[in-house]
């Protein structure tokens, strides 16, 4: 049987997933051999979970530490796949390392606000050049419950957080003239994201209106059965309200990725089998949405296996079990979510 990647590349697309470097540990990570096996044989392209991220990369001012990213772009290298970035800028204080939430910005705020955010684009675009050309340039600004853009100790050293966002594409353009330019957000047709949709559309056009130069927007899809219908088990899916939110997306002209797909599980019963199973059929009514759309090209999970998925922590089951939200079991098997992307793709 062929792999999600071959599938993806039949309409023209790429799959992928996120891996992270996790030294030490046995984790979804370069150093895992049987989570790289997986990696290998189902993935075109990988982004890092964690260690692009200003945490890893930058642990003081003016210190760079690229050790673990390198590692991942050496996997990436010596096993052909592609690679992409994420992020440039995580554009919320609680994951700015201290340092920054901390700064001394000085007597000329605004000018070293601007130093210290082009200073790290340069430098990560520099590094990773001829091997990334497609960045998650800003993730995540948007707080919905007020309806507005996040205040940063950045954006208030250069007056808002559109100044901040607007250079940073700006940079990353004259760093990569010919990149891929992503503003990565949440927004999922779950009726809670209902108004953060409406802020990023706000957003995107405020990109356009400024001619900042933003050329996707990168729709992580960490989706959730946020309720169980019981007639069918599963859903429902607000399919007609994502549409109309994709169309204005593509309407402005944005490409659309798929960055970081798993599923939350926690409205379903705990019975397994019944459990894959509509875990799967949520993933398929999502992609049938998805691909329909021309403009969407990479696809990425976020993570391939279980027991390493993110969501374990952030989204776990009342009932103490495992969330079942990636392509593969924690023993390394395919779920049919696996099949169900490969039918979709
Ligand atoms: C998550 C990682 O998976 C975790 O390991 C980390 O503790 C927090 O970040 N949106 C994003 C990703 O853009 O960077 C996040 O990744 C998941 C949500």
Redesign the pocket.
Known sequence: AGSLDGAASRSGRRFGSAISWNGGTTGGSIQNPRYADVVKAECGLLVP??EMKWQFTRPSPDVYDFARMDAIAEFARTNGKALRG??LL?HRPRWFPDWLNNYDYGANPAREAERLLTDHIRTVTDRYRGQIASYDVV??AIDHDRNATIETSMSRAMGSPEAVMDLAFHTAREQLPDGELVY?D?MSWEPAHAAHCNDVLRLLEGFRKRNVPVDALGI?S?IEIYSVDPATGVGPYREREWRDFIDEVVGMGYKLLIT?FDVKDKALPSAVALRDEKVADYTRRYFDVMLDYAELSDILA?GMVDQFN?LQGFAPRDDGMEVRGTPYSSTYQPKPMREALAASL
């Open positions: 979970e964690n994420h992020t995580w993730n995540e990565n949440y992580q960490h970081e976020w993110w």
